[in-house]
């Protein structure tokens, strides 16, 4: 394993439409939850160099100078010599000179900024509170302490949003000069605000046509699309994101953190009560070759370059076209062969699953 996922699951507000695994911050909630989550690394990490880590959340950026300097000493903990990327997730409002300069003292070389949105609509319906001017004077004081590779998230597909609103949207982003976008089609989970209230997802149509326009302008300001909902200037992909579409094996340590060790996929619980008593792993699956070549399909054909036909014979000892039955997709030209690789035609990328489907 190279790369750790590290779960905080603490925010200072709850959005409208999240279903990840989070609760209102507590302070005194945090000093315990880092002391079960030393726990949890002490007991499972082996050792190995890693090459890439992820805090992610939740909000990490929630949490005091005093909670981050003990969750950074845990940090310590892990082989980080040949470290490549260390990204850390933050929410617009929490970010200053004082913790990005700490953030830079210990090494962390990649910021991922939730900021979803410039639309007051938008905003409200997310029950998230930033401007444009904000986002402006944190990307100044980010650029200026030496930040170089920053990723912002962006929503779409919100109830109300027209593709015009969606267009004024990606300008201010496109303004703002980001190394990479992750961009997400909102889903409405039952187990959220919008959930309960009956929101209703906005007609296909009009998804597939902002889709469409988020591609086509990020083409042109030459951000790479190498993932489904992914973009990166040259040399921005996410490193750590790659090997989970690379299906490759990763620790994830924290309240709820899915991880993939030693042929095992595993999930942690979602209480904290559970966690904080070390009854940590909700769910374990022993994966099978079968399984994982499964995994290797779904993963690996949402990066736009597709699979290596050559590295998949070289992980299962079989050839892709013998497992799966490709005969039907290859001729419609839903999948290409192109070398070495198989990918998804960018044509049908919008439908991948049903693709996947069909040969699944
Ligand atoms: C779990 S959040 C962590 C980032 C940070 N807490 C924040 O919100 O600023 C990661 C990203 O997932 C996306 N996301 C979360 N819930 C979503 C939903 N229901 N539909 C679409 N995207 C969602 C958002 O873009 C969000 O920034
Ligand atoms: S979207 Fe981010 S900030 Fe909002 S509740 Fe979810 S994890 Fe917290």
Not at 180 to 185: A, E, F, K, R
Not at 227 to 232: I, L, P, Q, T
Request: charged share 30%; with cysteine; hydrophobic share 35%.
């Amino acid at each position: 394993m190279e790369s750790v996922y590290i779960h905080i699951p603490f925010c200072k507000s709850i959005c409208s439409y999240c279903d990840f695994c989070k609760m209102l911050y507590n302070g005194s909630w945090v000093t315990q939850y880092l002391n079960a989550l030393i726990e949890e690394i002490k007991d499972k990490y082996d050792g190995e160099v890693i090459k890439t880590l992820y805090i992610g959340g939740g909000t990490p950026s929630s949490l005091s100078l005093k909670d981050l300097k003990y969750l950074f000493e845990i940090i310590k903990q892990f082989n980080l010599t040949e470290l490549e990327e260390f990204t850390f997730e933050c929410n617009l409002n929490d970010l200053n000179e004082e913790l990005l300069q700490f953030l830079l003292d210990n090494g962390v070389n990649r910021l991922s900024i939730g900021i979803e949105s410039f639309n007051e609509d938008k905003l409200n319906f997310m029950e998230r509170h930033h401007t444009f001017l904000e986002a402006e004077e944190k990307f100044k004081l980010m650029r200026k302490m030496g930040f170089n590779n920053i990723n912002i998230d962006l929503i779409y597909g919100i109830p109300g949003e027209t593709l015009k609103d969606l267009k004024k949207d990606l300008e201010l982003f496109l303004k703002l000069e980001p190394d990479h976008i992750s961009t997400y089609s909102l889903i409405v989970e039952d187990n959220t605000k919008i959930g309960i209230n009956g929101v209703i997802p906005i007609p296909e149509e009009l998804d597939a046509s902002m889709y469409e326009e988020i591609c086509e302008k990020l083409d042109m300001k030459r951000y790479e699309h190498y993932e489904v909902s992914n973009f990166a200037k040259k040399g921005k992909k996410s490193k750590h994101n790659l090997k989970y579409w690379n299906n490759e094996e990763y620790y994830g340590f924290g309240l709820g953190a899915a991880g993939y060790t030693n042929g095992v996929r595993y999930e942690n619980t979602r209480s904290l009560t559970e966690y904080i008593n070390g009854k940590r792993r909700k769910k374990e699956e022993i994966l099978s070759i079968e399984d994982k070549m499964y995994n290797e399909l779904m993963l690996g054909f949402r990066k736009m370059e597709g699979i290596n036909l050559k590295d998949f014979f070289i992980k299962y000892g079989v050839n892709m076209q013998e497992v799966f039955d490709l005969h039907e997709v290859l001729k419609n030209e839903e999948l290409i062969v192109d070398g070495e690789y198989i990918y998804v035609n960018p044509e049908y990328i919008y439908v991948m699953n049903e693709i996947l489907v069909k040969i699944l």
